[in-house]
């Protein structure tokens, strides 16, 4: 239990927790200067309930965002298990975990550790978003969006009379004339409104990405493997059934209630009718298998630096034409191996070779790396090797992949 204290804080003591409530605490706290003298709460029954639904605002989006930071989504145990071990086989193992992923449970490299339904990495809450904090990170999205919107209001129309105070003084309107801007106020209301709407922008689009992913009962992770399970049924004149869309409804009570907290143990899901629990898995199993029959084997012949933009190394061309992932990029040396599996014009996304030691298992390097360092691999058979003059094992050449 302190352990597991003691990393929360940990978690939330980082440049991405601090800086969202920075954020918070700014806008706040300038809205209700500016509102003071605006229209200050003592002056009718209405400026006081505007001021007070403001706090009500911001103090949700303060509260809803400390606890699905600390919440966390949950973890899968570490070298969990089915209590069933037949079903082993229509479950991935993650090496990393050392046990079984649970159905709608991912690993997270960031976290380093299985998360149940994941659905993101969020880097402001510096965790992820998963089965036990979604119903946290929704509702600090929508309170997030509901108080900047208000914030907003109150900050532009104080600018607004602020900069027109002498107007109204030259016209007798003296019942407006109580903002009273300096350069440092005029100065941090305008910075404090465009983070204002930055953040209905931002966090407005994220919020309405996620209640779509609850109405339809599917994280952003399934959004790809369905995608991908539909192509391939309609590949194979078959149709693919998502097995945990239980309608609007019932979706919805998945994830959003009167307290946030998750719905049922996180292992075992309420699925359709011709499901079962393992049927996305076994869908994930397939699209792996086939991920590893397009899956070729590329040499270092230049080394990758595991710069994001690699501009001395590689050139402008690679640097503006990069793979639009938060992915990491690796560095590799001359002569390391690589399994790639995805292909972009300038980069590869694979995983480098390594060779285990008898002690412990080696910790997976997979990323992108500029194409310009490696040549695939083709592996010759005998008589094929004669005729062409070189040794039976490998030909290097520089075929590009579509």
Same mark, same amino acid.
């Given at each position: 239990?302190?352990?597991?204290?003691?990393?929360?804080?940990?978690?939330?003591?980082?440049?991405?927790?601090?800086?969202?409530?920075?954020?918070?605490?700014?806008?706040?706290?300038?809205?209700?200067?500016?509102?003071?003298? #605006?229209?200050?709460?003592?002056?009718?029954? #209405?400026?006081?309930?505007?001021?007070?639904?403001?706090?009500?605002?911001?103090?949700?989006? $303060?509260?809803?965002?400390?606890? =699905?930071?600390?919440?966390?989504?949950?973890?899968?145990?570490?070298? #969990?298990?089915?209590?069933?071990?037949?079903?082993?086989? @229509?479950?991935?193992?993650?090496?990393?975990?050392? $046990?079984?992923?649970?159905?709608?449970?991912?690993?997270?490299? &960031?976290?380093?550790?299985?998360?149940?339904?994941?659905?993101?990495?969020?880097?402001?809450?510096?965790?992820?978003?998963? #089965?036990?904090?979604? *119903?946290?990170?929704?509702?600090?999205?929508?309170?997030?969006?509901?108080?900047?919107?208000?914030?907003?209001?109150?900050?532009?129309?104080?600018?607004?009379?602020?900069?027109?105070?002498?107007?109204?003084?030259?016209?007798?309107?003296?019942?407006?004339?109580?903002?009273?801007?300096?350069?440092?106020?005029?100065?941090?209301?305008?910075?404090?409104?465009?983070?204002?709407?930055?953040?209905?922008?931002?966090?407005?689009?994220?919020?309405?990405?996620?209640?779509?992913?609850?109405?339809?009962?599917? /994280?952003?992770?399934?959004?790809?493997?369905?995608?991908?399970?539909?192509?391939?049924?309609?590949?194979?004149?078959?149709?693919?059934?998502?097995?945990?869309?239980?309608?609007?409804?019932?979706?919805?009570? @998945?994830?959003?209630?009167?307290?946030?907290?998750?719905?049922?143990? $996180?292992?075992?899901?309420?699925?359709?009718?011709?499901?079962?629990?393992? /049927?996305?898995?076994?869908?994930?199993?397939?699209?792996?298998?086939?991920?590893?029959?397009?899956?070729?084997?590329?040499?270092?012949?230049?080394?990758? /630096?595991?710069?994001?933009?690699?501009?001395?190394?590689?050139?402008?061309?690679?640097?503006?034409?990069?793979?639009?992932?938060?992915?990491?990029?690796?560095?590799?040396?001359?002569?390391?191996?690589?399994?790639?599996?995805?292909?972009?014009?300038?980069?590869?996304?694979?995983?480098?070779?390594?060779?285990?030691?008898?002690?412990?298992?080696?910790?997976?390097?997979? *990323?992108?790396?500029?194409?310009?360092?490696?040549?695939?691999?083709?592996?010759?058979?005998?008589?094929? =090797?004669?005729?062409?003059?070189?040794?039976?094992?490998?030909?290097?050449?520089? &075929?590009?992949?579509?």
């Amino acid at each position: 239990m302190f352990l597991g204290c003691y990393n929360a804080i940990r978690r939330f003591l980082h440049w991405g927790p601090l800086t969202a409530i920075g954020i918070i605490q700014s806008i706040t706290v300038m809205t209700i200067y500016m509102n003071s003298m #605006w229209w200050p709460s003592h002056t009718s029954l #209405w400026a006081l309930i505007n001021q007070t639904v403001f706090v009500l605002l911001s103090l949700g989006t $303060g509260f809803y965002f400390v606890m =699905a930071s600390l919440t966390g989504p949950g973890y899968l145990r570490l070298k #969990w298990r089915p209590a069933h071990h037949s079903a082993d086989e @229509q479950l991935q193992f993650c090496i990393v975990c050392g $046990g079984y992923k649970a159905p709608r449970s991912h690993h997270c490299r &960031k976290c380093d550790r299985c998360v149940i339904k994941m659905d993101h990495h969020c880097p402001w809450i510096n965790n992820c978003v998963g #089965w036990a904090n979604h *119903g946290y990170f929704t509702a600090f999205l929508a309170f997030a969006v509901l108080g900047c919107i208000h914030g907003t209001v109150i900050l532009g129309s104080s600018l607004y009379v602020g900069l027109y105070r002498d107007w109204y003084v030259y016209y007798g309107h003296l019942s407006k004339v109580n903002v009273k801007l300096t350069v440092s106020s005029l100065v941090l209301c305008v910075f404090n409104i465009g983070l204002a709407i930055g953040v209905v922008l931002t966090v407005g689009a994220l919020l309405v990405y996620q209640v779509r992913s609850i109405l339809n009962n599917r /994280t952003a992770i399934e959004d790809w493997i369905v995608e991908k399970a539909r192509f391939r049924a309609e590949r194979n004149e078959q149709t693919f059934v998502y097995p945990y869309d239980l309608g609007r409804w019932s979706n919805v009570k @998945q994830v959003i209630n009167f307290t946030c907290r998750p719905v049922g143990n $996180g292992y075992e899901w309420p699925v359709v009718e011709g499901c079962d629990q393992y /049927t996305l898995t076994r869908e994930q199993l397939a699209q792996k298998e086939e991920k590893r029959a397009r899956t070729r084997t590329y040499t270092i012949v230049r080394p990758a /630096t595991g710069s994001w933009f690699p501009l001395f190394s590689q050139g402008p061309s690679v640097c503006l034409s990069p793979p639009l992932t938060d992915e990491p990029r690796i560095k590799l040396e001359v002569d390391d191996i690589v399994r790639v599996t995805r292909w972009r014009k300038h980069w590869l996304f694979g995983e480098k070779l390594q060779e285990p030691t008898k002690k412990t298992i080696p910790k997976r390097i997979r *990323g992108w790396f500029p194409r310009k360092c490696a040549v695939e691999y083709i592996e010759l058979d005998d008589d094929d =090797a004669v005729m062409s003059g070189v040794p039976p094992i490998y030909e290097n050449t520089n &075929k590009k992949d579509v």
